[in-house]
């Protein structure tokens, strides 16, 4: 079912390209040697290259350039083997030079493809258009002086992956499914940390909206959305302003907005500037980027497994359905705790309990799997086997885990602290089904004039009447004998 918006008079479809500015992981930046690291204090990480001294001249960092490539090679994209810098000129008080270096006709990266899961279970392929390298600017500061702005140049001159989607995203779901991908690109390749709270990962969400079949109507671009959340809400909420424009008889102008997520609105920043208010033109200070095809070969080789051939692999390898495999894979982290733990036991069951009850401790603990020192694979393996065993039921490996999570010991001592392991004698068994039978003298009349359902009825009654432990298997058969 594709999206539509109704409105006064017929539907609307929306159309979305985005353009995220991912910062790229390297201990460097772009074109000096001051470090990246996040948090300093201010203007302590900034060279006469970022600061743009007079004569000073900006050397390419290989890491950078390597990064890229990785992230095109992620992408499926061609490599272009030279490539160029522009100066993209503008004025602002956190740009020093006056000037952004970017690369504008000749990126380091063209066209490729991401593919999207959508929640219905289909998937699709949002095509990308480009990837360039480029310097960030400064921060300004308005807030730390009553009369001035401070500028803190720490971020100048560090290393950005502009990527450029078309214009193939079709609904919020969709541009929320492509940024959330994207992150998991970049993450498994190690190339861009994708913390959108410190801005590591920032999305332009380029919107417009027409009737279905129409040709393309003006885009109005959303800057700096910064979570997957957020882009999800601008895009409706943009697509709602312009529906109501165009419906009003007006016309929609191209212009920079920002989304404002309390009111849910777009409000408008300034109108759009043209590529040739930029002035583009190559960067007499660098030569253009020639980069060797083996040495692409190199990278392309050392690249990890990526979550598509990671999700395949683990339907075929270990039976699992598409949706658990994508939730396993979206952090490598997890993937890896998952293959740890399905080694030697049954994958299905692993999968239940990463997702299930699991990922429900973790989630009220703060901790995941990358990180958890309550729930290694070591202490989730030992809980696993022993529901395997038949030393607890399914049911009281809840409580252990919800007991693990309080007191942080493992499963075994808390089973033998609490004695709660499963009772696996006949007789036991035997003796709590008579005594609910007894007691239930009239629902077994039921039950015997044919009404069959009651059947779960007594199993949960003599579970309880048994403190959870009772082996299920067991107990069924029991009350199946006596009920006959
Ligand atoms: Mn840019």
Known sequence: MSYRIEGRDGEWEVV???EVHAQVVSNAKLFSGASTAFGAPPNSQVSIVDAAFPGMLPVINRECVAQAVRTGLGLNAEINLVSRFDRKNYFYADLPPGYQI???????????????????????????????????????????HAEKSLIDLNRAGVALMEIVSEPDIRSPEEAGAYLRKLRTILRYLGTCDGNMEEGSLRADVNV???????????????????????????????????????EEGGAVEQETRLFDPARFETRSMRSKEEAHDYRYFPD????????DPAWIEELRAALPELPDAKKAR??????????????????????????????????KTVANFMLG??????????????????????????????????????????????????????????????GL??????????????????????KVAEFRAGKEKLFGFFVGQVMK????????????????????
């Open 314 to 347: 683990f339907m075929a390898e270990y039976g699992l359905s598409a949706y658990d495999a994508s939730q396993l894979v979206a952090e490598a982290p997890t993937a890896a705790y998952f293959e740890t733990l399905a080694r030697g036991r049954r994958p």
């Open 421 to 442: 392991r499963q009772v696996t004698d006949t007789a036991a068994i035997e003796a709590a089904v008579a005594e609910v039978l007894a007691r239930e003298s009239a």
């Open 102 to 144: 970017s690369q504008y006709q000749h990126p380091l990266v063209g066209s490729g493809a991401l593919a999207i899961e959508l929640a219905d279970g289909t998937s699709k392929d949002i095509g990308i258009t480009r990837l360039h390298l480029e310097q960030d600017a400064g921060k300004s500061l308005h807030d730390q």
């Open 465 to 484: 009447a048994m403190g959870g432990k009772g082996n299920p298997a067991l107990v069924n058969d029991m009350l199946k004998r006596k009920l006959s």
């Open 357 to 418: 009850d699991i990922s429900a401790a973790l989630n009220r603990l703060g901790h995941s799997f990358a990180s958890t020192p309550l729930f290694t694979t070591k202490a989730t393996g030992a809980l696993l086997d022993m529901i395997e065993d038949g030393t607890i039921n399914g049911r009281i490996a809840k409580q252990v885990i919800e007991e693990m999570e309080v007191s942080g010991e493992g499963a075994e001592a808390i089973v033998e602290r609490l």
């Open 16 to 18: 979305v390209g985005m």
């Open 284 to 291: 007499p200070d660098l030569v253009p980027l020639t980069l």
């Open 208 to 246: 417009s909206v027409r009737r279905p079949g129409e040709p393309l109507r003006t885009r109005c671009e959303v800057k700096n959305v910064n979570s997957v959340r957020f882009v999800m809400q601008a895009v409706e909420a943009e697509a709602r302003r312009q529906i109501a424009v165009w």
